[in-house]
């Protein structure tokens, strides 16, 4: 493995024309997935001003072990996807547009992706959107992030059995981003499996559409 292995992978996009767009969403998609698979997310909001780009992983996974090991075991890959995800951003700040017009969307492995990332960088943007996923590290592990997510919206959405994402974890992650002054909707769904449903669909539409 490279050291930067996600840099120079393919970005598709799908809705508005960036350059018009009311807001420009990232899309991050899971481990095994892939940036097509993610946008369907993006069909689903039905938004139609709403910019979607959506980095590809190499190999499909963004990093190889659980998002629960030691930092270390997830490197270079984990190192690398936090760089895809600053460099889209930096690049759309360079268009002219403002961090108060992206938001950062992710599933599963990417969901916990746009968690750290978001929490390494904190700012305000237009929204922060993390369905089935958590902070990444093990437990334990110091949440010594700095800065102000300055109201922020954040929805983070999961199963209170997902058999990937511990229910401890989402709720840690909810507390870290309270603390970091982010404007947090916690939503835990009994019994669901790993998946989006209807309702997270339904509070991220109308999220993004204010």
């Known amino acids: 493995m490279t050291s930067d292995p996600h840099r120079g992978q393919p970005i598709l996009r799908r809705g508005a024309e960036t350059a018009r767009a009311r807001l420009a969403v990232i899309c991050i998609h899971g481990r095994g997935a892939s940036a097509g698979d993610i946008l369907t997310v993006a069909d689903e909001l039905e938004l139609d ?8 992983a190499a190999g499909n996974a963004w990093y190889p072990y659980s998002f629960l090991a030691a930092l270390a075991d997830n490197q270079p890959g984990l190192n690398s996807a936090l760089g895809v995800v600053a460099s889209i951003v930096d690049d759309l700040i360079a268009q002219q547009i403002a961090a108060e017009r992206i938001a950062v969307l992710g599933f599963s492995q ?12 904190a700012r305000r943007y237009a929204a922060v959107i993390a369905f089935s996923g958590g902070l990444i590290g093990p437990p334990g592990a110091p949440r010594e992030y700095t800065g102000s997510m300055d109201g922020t919206p954040l929805f983070i959405g999961c199963s209170d059995i997902d058999p990937h994402i ?8 909810a507390v870290v981003f309270r603390g970091l002054s982010a404007q ?7 019994r669901m499996g790993h998946t989006i449903n209807g ?3 339904s509070r991220v539409r109308k999220l993004l559409a204010r």
């Open 166 to 173: 511990p229910l401890e974890r989402v709720r840690e992650s």
């Open 110 to 121: 990417g969901a916990c992706l746009s968690l750290e990332y978001a929490a390494r960088h």
């Open 49 to 56: 001003d709403v910019a979607y780009l959506a980095p590809q």
């Open 199 to 201: 309702d997270e669909i």
């Open 184 to 190: 947090v909707d916690e939503r835990i769904y009994p």
